[in-house]
């Protein structure tokens, strides 16, 4: 049962240069939520992607943007990088339908964005 | 605006006691609370999770109460292992537009002590 895989692991980057960052949900998932896990800080929530469509977004500027595609996989792209992107970007997937109790976000190992 | 908030940065226990770890909330709205926890290079892992009609939920030596008129839950691991040394993160739970989102606290690093 494959887990949710995120790819590339490292990435490093020059300020204002764009990323764009790779998920695949657990199978059977249909929803994918990106995260943003900064040094010593939680995981905040950037935006989520279900039937193709952004359906719920954190407080994040408009540089961020994502894409779902027909068999669940996910992107999020950011543009114009500032050095206060660097941070851990984690994806986790979850089944719409049902709720935190039957079906919990499960996440990858995340991806290591440094910007320079 | 920070919903949820673990005060608690770390903590230390000795091999065999019990853990309690704490985390706060500011939205009532909120339907559901997990207990993420999260070992270096890894991404988060479920724990336990219950929801806002239950007042405890246990698994194993996990057991999270909830106190929904304090806006308090907890953690309890009983008894602590060196294998739960990690990082712990609480996330409340709510729905809008047909799906859940989550939001996490900033964590509390859990040392077991051998």
């Known amino acids: 049962d494959a887990g949710v895989t995120q790819s590339p692991t490292h990435l490093i980057k020059t300020r204002g240069q764009q990323v764009t960052l790779r998920c695949s949900p657990k199978?059977?998932?249909?929803?994918v939520s990106w995260y943003q896990q900064a040094l010593g800080q939680g995981p905040q929530f950037i935006f989520q992607?279900?039937?193709?469509?952004?359906?719920q977004r954190g407080n994040f500027p408009d540089r961020f943007s994502g894409h779902q595609y027909p068999n669940y996989s996910s992107e999020l792209n950011v543009n114009a990088l500032l050095l206060g992107d660097s941070a851990l970007y984690l994806c986790?997937?979850?089944?719409?339908?049902?709720?935190?109790?039957?079906?919990?976000?499960?996440f990858g190992n995340g991806t290591r964005l440094t910007v320079t | 605006d920070q919903q949820v908030k673990q005060n608690s940065p770390s903590l230390s226990v000795q091999e065999g006691r019990i853990s309690i770890l704490n985390c706060d909330y500011t939205?009532?709205?909120?339907?559901?609370f997990l207990w993420y926890k999260k070992y270096p290079a890894e991404g988060p892992t479920f724990l336990i999770s219950?929801?806002?009609?239950?007042d405890k939920n246990e698994d194993g030596r996990f057991t999270v109460f909830l106190n929904k008129s304090a806006k308090h839950l907890s953690l309890h691991i009983v008894p602590s292992q060196p294998g739960d040394s990690a990082v712990y993160f609480c996330?409340?739970?709510?729905?809008?537009?047909?799906?859940?989102?989550?939001?996490f606290g900033t964590g509390t690093r859990l040392k077991v002590l051998a």
């Open positions: 996330a409340a739970s709510g729905s809008t537009s047909g799906t859940y989102k989550y939001i």
């Open positions: 992607y279900y039937e193709e469509e952004e359906r």
């Open positions: 199978s059977g998932h249909d929803t």
């Open positions: 219950i929801s806002s009609i239950k």
């Open positions: 939205n009532s709205m909120f339907d559901y």
């Open positions: 986790a997937s979850s089944l719409a339908a049902a709720s935190p109790l039957n079906s919990p976000l499960h």
